[in-house]
């Protein structure tokens, strides 16, 4: 019978769901091996060619793994919770689960379609109850949680509360907030609960703070950076403004260090570490306090608020600098537009401008903030510091290029050493005051390479490493500076003011967050009439109905003794029955993408996110694929979480991933065809084939790939592909209408979309899953060409042919091997062998080609031979591969744990040489002659043998020239 793809796929699909043939154990006595997608957000549209890309390649290593011996864990779930499936609840009124539910259901047909090797039953949602029960646990955890810089890890907060009682602030060494209390044992306990968790949260590694964000007013939430684009939201294009809003954030910062040196211990592509590097952006400088002019002696905003002062300036603005010994070439101050000084900074005549400046970079997100380095903006304050080393009067600027998030929201600007503060000063007519006897301005001095300092008072004369160890002396003699490690990095928004997300386990009493009790996880979002904000500008879970919590009195901390309810100091809910206010933003997105390996390891466990058991086996990813646009969100945040985890004695790993693979991007292969404009440019109904066009006025338009065949457009499905064109009439070259080509992105508004549904139909899986491989290497991107599918479809119906007589009767034989055919499948499990461990999957279906080939010419249908190259095969195209396992006899079942073929080096020895016979100077034939053969002995094997005399046509040769293991030429 010949190849019955449909059939074939159909019947093993239906064989491995039924038989779970791929579920991994939970223990066994084989090496584990841990492969892992980044899984998708399941969206309405399904899956295109270019998402199973990186699936692909993944399965055929898990696959190839569990031949070789493995115990693989390969899982597959749904990043359920997004913005999409809430816009569509906006509009329509359909509650998001139903959405996503069906869009699952989709993504769920397809990916079984493919042919994947997923353990199914530890599918994972994020927006189940019984997942997000646990994403809430791990917030909690954070939340009762503070960074030990001197233990360099995560401690409890009732370690930090056992410290304050027996010694106040004295001896704590924290990554915490810059405005913390000092304080006694005795002032500590002093202080009411309600002082008490308000320092406490100072500490905690996820708390509350005054937070400048990506506001989108359409969508009613805040963005990620990595959600905004030029200004507008990445999804519906709506306008994007900076605001300031009270936002839940977590201390990656704490962890900065770590997730930097943590780099040089896995294997990632060294691009996207060059990027998690940058964007932690470890500096190494000084903090310098510069004295507002007039304010006399330094004090803190931190005073002027204990004091109800709110409105007056503070004493001193910080700066961070990696330059402390420019400090005398200092002629202004920039600050962020949303700076918290701003307005107590600014004069009453300086009023408008900062104001209309403001409004101005509102509209700004912070990326096109940092990108514009050219264009340069800014408005006076009316307000001065003093430099701290000279006294000088400096003018105090907002400046677009400043952010408020980054270091302390202020530069100091050296227009003599700095291309952009020169700029801003000449821009301004500022002071430019050289510093260094070499000047360059255009190209920024560099006094660490050569220059020595001038107009630097007692710095003058010094070079660099002498000249800034005495500014930093200096600084820390006055109390005005000191040495400081900084880092770009800051603390990560955690909050979205959606419905659609996990609701955080959070409640406040007198203006302040406390944590439900444990055992009344999940916190399960409300019902709400509607999914948008309220009329008074609160979340969309403001409108839930009743929704409040109530908590016990046993969770006072007034009542507790142990450490273990000490660490929910703040689940208190002093009074029976009192109701109190849920927090109504929920988690951002990347909340439940951030520990979600761990939950495959156990999915079903209802009593922790994961059993000790199961993480101590499985360990970490081996394998993790996935795109690289995710380098400073979930990849970073993935990494701060499993650090913190390990730090509470949960993980055992300090990082998630041991190797990290980045799949390049099918694009899509746009088609076109030429509209002919009429000599008033209007478009009429007639088009011409590309070839013409120089011929003709025209406009291009995109058209369905999906009725493109070859670059030849199906004129009859074009004219029902839209209303409009059913009266079009064409302009043909040779009798076909042939279309334009472009590479683009693979989206819908370019009709260039290509469904894995459509090519399985078609062609099959197993055909899909080696092109797919084919287009090119894993890690590059390339364009998806439908032309060439055709190709990968015959070489499996060739492949299927080998195992089958003329009349497509399945026979194959029980000879033992030729030679020939012994070095063709050795030559095969080798290079397979060495592709997939390299990630090299395209090289391999060529070598699958070329060896198949060979097979075919050998007329090879060896039971042996062809069981071993079953094997082999079956991770690329598994379907056809199992039935051609079953045909061949084995036992009923699956492959899937065959041992792999073992490489035998011994059958690619070569003992015969093809040599090439030669009759004055041209070539008459091949002939096989041992390599153990003389030169002489080579000759006479040559002129015995019987077709060498009939090209000799009894003519005796004057001259045999032997070149061994090259060639034979014979003169006559």
């Excluded at 409890?156 to 509360?161: E, Q």
């Excluded at 030679?819 to 390299?838: F, G, N, P, Q, Y």
């Amino acid at each position: 019978m010949d190849y019955q793809f449909k059939d074939i796929e159909q019947k093993w699909q239906q064989f491995w769901a039924n038989n779970g043939t791929f579920k991994a154990e939970d223990k066994s006595t084989k090496p584990k091996y841990y492969v892992l997608d980044m899984f998708p957000y399941p969206s309405g549209a399904g899956l295109h060619v270019g998402h199973p890309l990186g699936y692909i390649a993944s399965d055929i290593f898990a696959r190839y793994k569990r031949l070789k011996g493995f115990n693989v864990l390969h899982p597959m779930g749904y990043d359920s919770f997004g913005l999409p499936a809430e816009q569509y609840a906006i509009q329509t009124g359909q509650h998001p689960a139903i959405t996503t539910e069906a869009n699952i259901a989709t993504y769920r047909r397809q990916l079984d379609q493919i042919g994947f090797s997923f353990d199914w039953s530890r599918e994972v949602r994020t927006s189940s109850p019984d997942y997000y029960k646990w994403t809430q646990w791990i917030f909690m955890q954070l939340f009762n949680s503070w960074y030990n810089k001197d233990a360099e890890k995560a401690e409890s907060i009732a370690k930090l509360v056992a410290h304050f009682e027996q010694n106040g602030s004295a001896g704590i060494n924290a990554v915490c907030d810059e405005e913390i209390l000092s304080f006694s044992a005795a002032e500590w306990k002093a202080m009411s609960n309600q002082d008490q968790q308000a320092e406490l949260l100072k500490y905690r590694l996820t708390y509350l703070r005054e937070s400048t964000v990506n506001w989108c007013p359409a969508l009613g939430t805040v963005l990620a950076n990595d959600e905004v684009k030029d200004g507008f939201s990445e999804r519906g294009g709506y306008p994007v403004e900076q605001k300031k809003m009270m936002q839940w954030s977590m201390r990656i910062t704490a962890y900065a260090e770590r997730l930097l040196q943590g780099l040089d211990t896995i294997d990632w592509p060294e691009p996207l570490k060059e990027m998690q590097r940058n964007w932690i952006g470890k500096s190494t400088g000084a903090s310098v306090r510069f004295p507002i002019s007039g304010f006399g002696d330094v004090r803190t905003e931190v005073g002027n608020q204990a004091t109800g002062h709110t409105n007056q300036k503070p004493g001193f603005i910080e700066v961070f600098t990696t330059r402390v010994d420019t400090l005398f070439g200092v002629t202004f101050l920039a600050i962020a537009p949303e700076h918290e000084l701003v307005a107590s900074l600014t004069t009453p005549e300086q009023k408008a401008d900062i104001d209309a400046y403001i409004a101005q970079t509102k509209k700004k997100s912070e990326l096109d903030r940092m990108a514009d380095a050219k264009t340069v903006s800014g408005a006076f304050t009316g307000s001065y510091v003093l430099n701290p080393l000279n006294g000088e009067k400096i003018q105090i600027w907002i400046a677009d290029y400043v952010l408020a998030g980054y270091g302390t929201g202020a530069v100091m600007a050296v227009p003599s050493g700095d291309q952009r503060d020169y700029l801003f000063a000449k821009h301004f007519n500022l002071p430019i005051v050289p510093i260094i006897d070499i000047q360059n301005i255009e190209t920024e001095a560099d006094p660490t390479k050569e220059g020595t300092y001038i107009n630097s008072d007692f710095m003058n004369g010094l070079d660099y490493k002498a000249g800034t160890a005495a500014v930093i002396a200096k600084l820390e003699a006055i109390g005005a500076g000191k040495a400081k490690i900084n880092f770009r990095m800051r603390d990560a928004i955690f909050g979205r003011q959606r419905y659609w997300g996990e609701p955080v386990p959070v409640y406040f009493k007198e203006g302040l967050p406390y944590l439900i009790e444990e055992d009344h996880l999940p916190l399960l979002l409300p019902e709400v009439d509607k999914y948008l904000p309220t009329e008074s500008g609160e979340p969309p879970l403001g409108r839930a109905e009743g929704w409040n919590y109530k908590a016990s009195p046993k969770s006072s901390p007034k009542e507790r003794t142990s450490d273990s309810e000490a660490d929910n100091s703040l689940s208190l809910g002093e009074g029976r029955g009192e109701a109190y206010a849920y927090e109504l933003s929920t988690m951002p997105g990347w909340a439940g993408s951030s520990w979600y390996w761990f939950r495959y390891m156990d999915a079903n466990n209802d009593k922790e996110f994961a059993s000790p058991e199961a993480i101590a086996y499985w360990k970490d990813v081996d394998l993790y694929i996935g795109g690289s646009e995710h380098a400073t969100g979930h990849l970073l945040y993935s990494r701060f979480w499993n650090k913190f985890l390990k730090d509470i004695g949960k993980v055992g790993e300090e990082e998630p991933f041991k190797k990290l693979i980045n799949q390049g991007m099918i694009q899509g292969r746009s088609n076109f065809v030429y509209r002919l404009i009429d000599e008033e440019g209007r478009g009429t109904n007639t088009f011409v084939s590309y070839g013409l066009i120089k011929e003709y006025k025209t406009s291009p338009l995109h058209v369905d790939v999906n009725i493109v065949e070859n670059e030849v457009l199906n004129l009859n499905k074009f004219k029902e592909w839209r209303p409009e064109f059913a009266d079009a009439e064409f302009i043909l070259e040779n009798g076909k209408y042939i279309c334009g080509v472009e590479v683009e992105k693979m989206s819908k508004r370019y009709y260039n979309v290509v469904n894995p549904d459509d090519i399985a139909q078609r062609y099959g899986a197993d055909t899909l899953r080696m092109y797919e491989m084919f287009l090119g290497p894993l890690e590059q991107s390339k364009p998806w060409n439908t032309n060439g599918i055709e190709g990968v479809f015959k070489f499996l119906r060739k492949f299927w042919r080998l195992f089958h007589n003329e009349a497509w009767e399945f026979s194959v034989s029980n000879n033992e091997p030729s030679k020939a055919e012994l070095k063709s499948l050795h030559k095969i499990i080798r290079k397979v062998e060495e592709d997939i461990e390299r990630f090299s999957f395209n090289t391999s279906v060529s070598s699958f080609m070329i060896a198949v080939n060979e097979l075919t010419d050998l007329k090879c249908n060896n039971r042996a031979i062809l069981q071993d190259m079953v094997i082999i095969l079956s991770s690329y195209a598994p379907h056809i591969c199992e039935e051609l396992w079953t045909l061949l006899g084995n036992p009923a079942g699956t492959l899937s744990y065959a041992p792999f073929p073992k490489f035998n080096s011994s059958y690619l020895i070569e003992d015969e040489f093809a040599y090439p016979i030669s009759i004055n100077g041209k070539m008459k034939m091949n002939l096989s002659i041992s390599l153990s053969l003389d030169v002489k002995e080579i000759e006479a094997t040559v002129l015995a043998n019987a077709d060498v005399q009939k090209y000799l046509d009894g003519k005796a040769p004057k001259k045999v020239i032997v070149v061994k293991g090259r060639i034979v030429n014979m003169v006559v």
